[in-house]
């Protein structure tokens, strides 16, 4: 059953061009309204802070971001500053000379006042405006959860507007089935994507962010538990503490089965746990400069009577005694308040899992990284959300090269599965929660991280490679089209007879599937190998990264050229706003 179809379909090819001459945007305001701008609440803060750049490119000094204010974040993010348009600057004295606080500010900040008020304060006669008004969430069940008044203004605000856009195609059905409208427009949310010059320099991030990673886990079990960490991988989920909305209970449910699935193949088991940081800590302390010496001699065997006196050696043997354990780890790195009743400590109990309850942040003192560290120190990022409109915890894992785990019911899983013919290829492994039952998706997601598990590094470097090349998909250089799109079907709509547009024609409309990569065969992967666990060497064979990395830059390209560039034009309009 195929998800319905918004009007313009989210191909990322197919769109129409507009005029020859450019949008006289010196004559336009774009306003963008949310709750977000300057505060920091969910994903459409990431939202609005990646698309500035290309927007403010196509509007330069007449974008206008509206946002409510507080003072912690007023002091970091926002700078005082007279406004460049003199509309503006007249429109903010008209409301301060009405009682309202409203701060000279690029980002113009605004305490609790109706939007329409600021517009007719300010402007008698009829401007042209693009107004976006975000994060206006609806729920099912309105009037039971006391939130009618926030469902009756989202509806009155999506019949009333010109342009009706959603995030993704499963916000789309949902808005369609409550909202009674399709939407106009599918604006996918995008991320600034930085390349780097050598394919290698990621790989070699994720190696550094995985080594302090590592170290995070000898601290935390040296003495309880010992395995090697060259076998072991590192998977992790990150979001709002919502446990079922997040997939939390999903996804703790498939590490007990992946903890079974493993025991019983024979593989190797990994724990984490806490408790000997300070001393795995004294021991490296008293082992560096044994490892420094060593250098400095050249590879020449040292006299050990010159390197430790009795002294060194009773430091070691009360550091190595006092690393010995005779009972399980702890299953949290923190104390937690009411840890009896909390959802997740109360499934990781009956499982061999670690619980690291805190933001991440380089000045932890347990495990000093940022998020964005951490992640490309993992191996696998597991998000199997039941409600996520767009979810940029996988799409942030692209941009890193970094393998996920999403679902369906995730815009950036539907997005995905649209798009790319083979996303497992790509380190993109997609879950079905929608047509499935809850015990058959967590035997899909156990089956997908047991599969992972089963790879050797090899494979496992490829897969990294192609998903960092996927990342292109994901760059607001390509998705923010579909805003300007949107905003210029609003202006032919609100003003035809000055701003003229063709409407699109679906039926002209084809959408782009991003092929399998170039070595991978037709056939299901497993029948290219004659044993379940083939070498390295055999991937050797099939594999030439150069080569499918130009294949890839190609087909990347391919949507937003094929069909949408006149032959005498050197490039298609629009592009970098003009």
């Known amino acids: 059953m195929r998800l319905s179809r918004s009007l313009s379909i989210s191909s990322l090819s197919g769109l129409p061009l507009w005029e020859e001459e450019s949008l006289p945007v010196q004559d336009l305001l774009l306003f963008e309204v949310s709750w977000e701008v300057t505060n920091k609440v969910g994903g459409i803060y990431t939202v609005i802070q990646t698309k500035a750049k290309i927007t403010v490119d196509e509007w330069g000094e007449n974008y206008i971001m509206m946002g409510p204010y507080y003072e912690h974040n007023f002091k970091t993010q926002v700078e005082k500053c007279e406004p460049p348009n003199q509309a503006i600057k007249a429109a903010m004295d008209s409301l301060n000379n009405n009682g309202s606080q409203v701060l000279k500010t690029w980002l113009l900040v605004m305490s609790d006042y109706k939007v329409s008020a600021f517009f007719s304060l300010v402007f008698p006669c009829k401007p042209h405006f693009i107004i976006y008004f975000m994060q206006f969430n609806i729920d099912r069940e309105a009037g039971q959860r006391q939130i009618y008044h926030r469902y009756c203004l989202e509806r009155a605000a999506v019949r009333c507007a010109h342009v009706f856009t959603t995030v993704s195609q499963i916000t789309a059905v949902e808005a369609n089935h409550m909202l009674q409208r399709q939407p106009d427009v599918i604006t996918p949310n995008g991320l600034n994507v930085r390349k780097f010059s050598a394919m290698h320099e990621f790989q070699n991030l994720h190696s550094m962010n995985k080594a302090k990673i590592q170290e995070f886990v000898r601290g935390h079990f040296y003495g309880h538990l010992d395995f090697d960490l060259e076998k072991t991988l590192f998977f992790f989920i990150a979001g709002r503490y919502e446990f079922s909305n997040k997939g939390a209970d999903l996804f703790l ?326």
């Not at 070498?535 to 830059?553: F, G, L």
């Not at 032959?567 to 003009?578: C, R, T, V």
Request: charged content about 25%; hydrophobic content about 30%; aromatic content about 10%.
């Open 253 to 578: 449910e498939s590490l007990s089965r992946l903890n079974y699935l493993l025991r019983v193949h024979k593989s190797d088991v990994t724990v984490v746990s806490l408790k000997g940081q300070a001393v795995r800590k004294q021991l490296w302390c008293i082992g560096s400069p044994l490892i420094m010496l060593s250098c400095v001699n050249r590879g020449e065997i040292p006299d050990m009577s010159k390197i430790l006196d009795r002294d060194d050696f009773t430091i070691m043997k009360r550091a190595i005694y006092a690393t010995q354990r005779h009972s399980l780890p702890p299953v949290t790195t923190h104390n937690m308040l009411d840890d009896s009743t909390d959802p997740i400590l109360s499934n990781i109990r009956r499982m061999d899992i670690v619980f690291h309850p805190e933001f991440l942040s380089s000045t932890s003192p347990l495990l000093p990284m940022d998020y964005e560290e951490f992640v490309r120190g993992c191996h696998l990022g597991v998000f199997p959300s039941y409600y996520e409109p767009w979810g940029y915890t996988p799409g942030e894992c692209t941009v890193m090269g970094i393998p996920s785990i999403t679902t369906n019911l995730s815009g950036f899983g539907c997005f995905m599965e649209e798009h790319v013919s083979e996303p497992s290829e790509y380190g993109i492994y997609i879950v079905d929660r929608r047509f499935r039952s809850a015990d058959e998706s967590c035997n899909q997601l156990t089956q997908f991280m047991f599969s992972f598990c089963q790879q050797s590094r090899r494979p496992r470097i490829i897969q990294r490679n192609r998903t960092e090349r996927l990342s292109d998909l994901l760059d607001w250089r390509y998705l923010g089209r579909f805003y300007m799109y949107a905003r210029h079907l609003a202006l032919s709509r609100s003003f035809p007879s000055e701003f003229k547009m063709d409407h699109l024609n679906i039926a002209q409309t084809q959408g782009f599937r991003y092929p399998r990569p170039s070595s991978v065969p037709p056939s299901p992967s497993a029948s290219l190998h004659s044993t379940p666990h083939h070498s390295d060497e055999e991937d050797d064979d099939t594999y030439d990264e150069e080569e499918e990395a130009e294949r890839d830059r190609q087909n990347i390209k391919a949507p937003f050229t094929l069909g949408a560039e006149p032959e005498d034009k050197s490039k298609p309009p629009l592009e970098n706003g003009k």
